[in-house]
C-alpha cells in the first residue's frame, strides 16, 4: 500500500490553463503539506493543513489554491499556469502539529511542466 | 523564521571513503532535525533524524552529530556505496512562526566506484 499518494505523476498543460493535483494519505496523519520543488532541487514549503484547518500558507501566488476535504486527502488547485510554476510539486504527510517532532512522509511528486 | 544552510552542494567521494554534509541553522528554539536522501526521480525519504537533547545518533553506516550551542549539524556516510549516490538534504523543524520544517539547499552526492 502507498502512504502517500498523489495524481498525476506527470502533468503538462499549456500557459493559462487551470489544473488540479490530487494527494492522499492512508497513515492516519494529522498533518499534509504540499512542498515545490525548483529545477535547483530546492524544497520549499507552500502551504500546511492540520486536520483540514490551514497552518502555513507561504508567500504563495492567490493562483494556488489548497483544499483539504478532510485530514486524509490535500488536493492542490492552480488557476491560470505561467510558466515559472514548472516544477516538481510534493505532498508529505506527517502525525502531529506543535510539540510533536515526527518526519514527513512523501509522495512521489507531481512533475508539472507548463509550455 | 528559521534559515537553513547546506554545504557543500556537491560532493564527489572514492567508494569506500567517508561522505559529510554540514548543516547550519538560525533559529535556536528548533529542536527536530532531519536528513533525507532524495534518488534521482524519486520522493525525498527520511534517513535518520536527531532531537535537540542528542547529541549524536547512529544507525549503521549514517551517524548525525549536533551541536547546539554552534546552532550546525552534521550527516557522516562512513564507507561510501555507489548506492549512496543521491541528493541528500537537511532539516530543521521551525518553533516560532509556524512549526514548519524548512529544508537545506541539498547536497549532490557522488560516489564513484
Known amino acids: 500500500d502507498t502512504a502517500v499518494s498523489q495524481t498525476p505523476k506527470y502533468l503538462v498543460t499549456q500557459m493559462g490553463n487551470d489544473k488540479s493535483i490530487k494527494c492522499e494519505q492512508n497513515?492516519?496523519?494529522?498533518?499534509m503539506y504540499w512542498y515545490k520543488q525548483d529545477s535547483k532541487k530546492f524544497l520549499k514549503i507552500m502551504f500546511s493543513y492540520n486536520n483540514k484547518e490551514l497552518i502555513i500558507n507561504e508567500t504563495v501566488p492567490n493562483r494556488f489554491s489548497p483544499k483539504s476535504p478532510d485530514k486524509a486527502h490535500l488536493n492542490l488547485h492552480i488557476n491560470s499556469l505561467e510558466l515559472g510554476d514548472s516544477a516538481v510539486y510534493f505532498c508529505?504527510?506527517?502525525?502531529?502539529?506543535?510539540?510533536?517532532?515526527?518526519?514527513?512522509?512523501f509522495g512521489q511528486g507531481t512533475r508539472l511542466t507548463v509550455v | 523564521g528559521e534559515n537553513v544552510e547546506q554545504h557543500p552542494s556537491t560532493l564527489s567521494v572514492q567508494e569506500g571513503d567517508s561522505a559529510v554534509i554540514k548543516c547550519t541553522y538560525s533559529d535556536s528554539a528548533s529542536n527536530y532535525f532531519p536528513w533525507y536522501k532524495q534518488e534521482l526521480g524519486k520522493r525525498p525519504q527520511l534517513i535518520i533524524d536527531i532531537r535537540s537533547n542528542v547529541g549524536e545518533k547512529k544507525d549503521q553506516r549514517i551517524a548525525v552529530t549536533l551541536n547546539k550551542t554552534a546552532k550546525h549539524f552534521s550527516l557522516h556516510i562512513t564507507e561510501t556505496q555507489p548506492e549512496d549516490s543521491a541528493v541528500y538534504f537537511c532539516?530543521?523543524?521551525?518553533?516560532?512562526?509556524?512549526?514548519?520544517?524548512?529544508f537545506g539547499a541539498g547536497t549532490r552526492l557522488f560516489v564513484k566506484a
Open positions: 532539516a530543521a523543524r521551525e518553533k516560532t512562526g509556524g512549526f514548519k520544517t524548512i
Open positions: 497513515l492516519g496523519h494529522d498533518t
Open positions: 508529505a504527510s506527517s502525525q502531529g502539529w506543535r510539540g510533536v517532532d515526527t518526519e514527513a512522509f
